[in-house]
């Protein structure tokens, strides 16, 4: 069981002053094992408050952020599991399955996780999942009217992992979950 | 008895005693020693005694002790709170601190202001709802610091601590800022000081979630946090650590968005109060403080979206369009200081704003402005490509264009990306812009011949790539472009562009499969991940069945 954080577009300062104290509370550090980020933290201050979470964390850039070193794309491999990360606005529709679609078969992995559009989504389709963990502080966006602070807790277990969706509604954390399963069969073996 | 007998011939001994060592250690003996209620209730007596104490002797420390142990008393008993009220404890201890600070005018500066320290706590315990009385405290202490030089280390400690006692007593800011002669103690720190002092209250608001919800409110705040906002001196400006200044500066962005009313009158004023502040915050601030603004005005802008500009009464509602000039100045000022990139970003997050509010001049404006910067100021390729993206989704979204005006800014764009430095950003942008022509909405645009000149231009220019490649390293670059190109190329012809043939996707996996091939003779279609899984999307497809699959029908793979 590999617990694996997803979670971005943060935009503190600019659009949110902090993460809700709710999540906060929920996210302790040695509790997760992976965290993912999809870019637009976007000061040093966060960067450093998800090293506190966990000291392995992967973040890809997204166009507000203040460190531009980080990479356009990331891959990673978990378990049985390659994930693809990448911020999303360089992605030409916004939020677009298709288009997305298409960087999943580019990077070559079963779980793409994106950002930018602020809105939580989980997607299966013939290549595999595309996760947008939305945005962790509910921040303003031009593309999603009433966005409320999410993020993504993915359990990886074998050939399964069980996507968690953590969405603060109206004060209150709302959960729900997803199953996939990987069949063996989807990628050959080079 | 105690009040009537013992005290007063307990005094008098100590007075008559005129021996300093004494009469202190005595003193202290009887506020020790006696309990508290009997303090109160011979409040005048006691005090009454000091003034006539040898003139050496520690007053403040036993004036502080006196007040303490009433404070804690106070503290531990809620109960006994009207009996403070009923012998006037307030009055008599600030008179009888006035005389002692008058009778001995050399102590250093640092006694009276632990004076008013210890007061103040004995005020905010006893009487905290009585704001006039804590904001008398601090007059006092205002009185007692003019015309004194700069204070030491440890009279700046008393004066923070004096400045902290209403923050941490009142969780509610907005309580402090009605205390007029709080900024006057201020006023009194040197540069640095009043900079950390000024960090602690944006600490206090942002700790308890605080909103300020007035333009006076912010009026006032802002007052207080000054030395933050601009530079009060301009010797200091050298001086500061880069951490710092980020630290703080990143603050007062994370206060901007506690400064909230939902009336829109008011949110308005609160917008332009906070404009006029962080104007003069100069090169350095500005690109650390305006985004925060001009989020927190798009907010207000969706909020109006829907209420129609009904002008009721006599002055004019706050409409979209004002606030959008008002972003339009802000933005210009952040341009004026070089931040290009982010200012960019603004304008296109303000275009997008306008086209949803319907005022086609207004977001025509914008895009020009971003454009404006694109072209004049950016000259990174790697900062080129990300703007040029931006520009691209965000022009793609607009549905508030007319033809004419539609078809200038598309021009700019793809010809702006035929022109990155690098072929594959070149090739990867020019598709990009294919989607300018086709949108998938009901009344969206959808130009398939557009689309397939951009699709073409794209694949010259990947060919172009390939053979730079073949020059200058003697072998063919990755065939990626060309997949990137297929999967539009199938994108379009999924969604039903008629300039898309299956012939053209056919011709164009076999174009894909001889180049791999061309790279080594033992290469097989299959060593490319990315087309083989395209592949295999398409053979999904295929199997799907459906209209789909029918399309689908006679490409092989």
Redesign the interface.
Known sequence: MVLVLALGDLHIPHRAPDLPAKFKSMLVPGKIQHIICTGNLSIKEVHDYLKTLCPDLHITRGEYDEDTRYPETKTLTIGQFKLGLCHGHQVIPWGDLDSLAMLQRQLDVDILVTGHTHQFTAYKHEGGVVINPGSATGAHSSITYDVNPSFVLMDIDGLRVVVYVYELIDGEVKVDKIDFKKTASIHTAH | MYKDTVLPSVLEQVVNCKDELAQFYLMECIIQVFPDEYHLQTLETLLGAYPQLQSTVDIKTILSQLMDRLSNYAASNAEVLPEFLQVEAFTKLSTAIGRVIEAQADIPIVGAISLHVSLLTFTLRVHPDRLDYVDQVLGSCVKKLSGKPKLDNRATKQVVALLSAPLDKYNDIVTALRLSNYPRVMDHLDNQTNKVMAMLIIQSI?KN?TLISTADKVEVLFELIKGLITDLDATTVDEVDEEDF??EQ?SV???I??LHNNDPEEMFKIICSVKKHIMRGGPRRLP?TV??LI?SA??LV?QLQGQDGDVVGEEVPTTPKKIFQLLNEIIEALSSVSSPELAL?LYL?CA??ANDCDLEPVAYEFFTEAFVLYEEEIADSKAQV?AI??I???L??MNVFGVENRDTLTHKATGYSAKLLKKPDQCRAVY?CS?LFWV?DQDGIKDGERVLLCLKRALRIANAAQQMANVARGSSGPV?LF??IL??YI?YF?KGNPQITSATIQGLIELITTEIQGDSTSALP??D??F???L??IQ??KQKGGILGEKYESIKV
């Open positions: 942002m979630n980020s630290e990143n962005a994370r206060l968005h506690m650390f985004p925060s989020f798009l907010r969706r970003r997050q997008e704003a990300t993206h931006l691209i989704g965000t793609q979204r990009a989607h998938d990626t997949v990137e999967n539009k994108y999924e299959t060593s991940p990315f083989t899984s395209t295999r999307y999904f497809q």
